[in-house]
Structure formats: C-alpha cells, structure tokens
C-alpha cells in the first residue's frame, strides 16, 4: 500500500522559508522511475503543478512562478522529497499536496497535503 505523507507547512512572513517533506511508503526511488510532484491549491483555485522530479534521473520541473525561489530535491534512501521554500510571497498561500506518478501513468498517489501560510 503506497503512502505519502506531506509535513513542514506552517505560518512565515513573506520573504520567509519554509521546507516540506513528503515521506512515502510502499515506494523504492531506486526500483521504479518515478515521478515525485509537488502540488498546490490556493483558495478559490485549481490545483497547480509546483515542481516535479524524477527519481531515478537528475531531471526538475518547476512552474515559472516559484524558479529561482523554491527547490525541490529527494533523498533516495529515505524515499522521501522535499520542497525547499525561500522568499515566500503572500500569493504562495496554499496546501501543499506531494503526488508521486509511475512512468507509464499507470498509477498516481496523493498525499493529503500541508497547509502554506504566508502572512504578515
């Protein structure tokens, strides 16, 4: 049974950082080529792609609003990823969700997602 699990949101002013962290379980970065997304959906809105990452491959996706200011990376021994958030904007306000996507497409797994705060 395949888990994510997405910690680290939280309250920042804007300019602030912030780090989430998806934790899986039932999923080996090293056995399958894996695509590892962050998500996010702000009040009233659809649901964005964040930045993406393969794991098996040093392949990054990010949307244009976060490049330059968000991260993201994995650590194939944990089977986790991370989103590495720095110059927060009131506008990142969102839940956060972590979706892992088998190559083939043939299976999609959602977190239940961390809630983004930033106000001042």
């Known amino acids: 049974q395949v888990q994510l699990v997405e910690s680290g949101g939280g309250l920042v002013q804007p300019g602030g950082s912030l780090r989430l962290s998806c934790a899986t379980s039932?999923?080996?970065?090293?056995?399958?080529?894996?695509?590892m997304s962050w998500y996010r959906q702000a009040p009233g809105k659809e649901r964005e792609l964040v930045a993406a990452i393969s794991t098996t491959a040093p392949v990054t996706n990010y949307a244009d609003s976060v490049k330059g200011r968000f991260t993201i990376s994995r650590d194939n021994t944990k089977n986790a990823v991370y989103l590495q958030m720095n110059r927060l904007k009131v506008e990142d306000t969102a839940v956060y969700y972590c979706?892992?996507?088998?190559?083939?497409?043939?299976?999609?797994?959602w977190g239940n997602g961390t809630l983004v705060t930033v106000s001042s």
């Open positions: 039932g999923i080996t970065f090293n056995r399958l080529p894996i695509t």
């Open positions: 979706k892992a996507k088998t190559r083939d497409g043939q299976h999609e797994f």
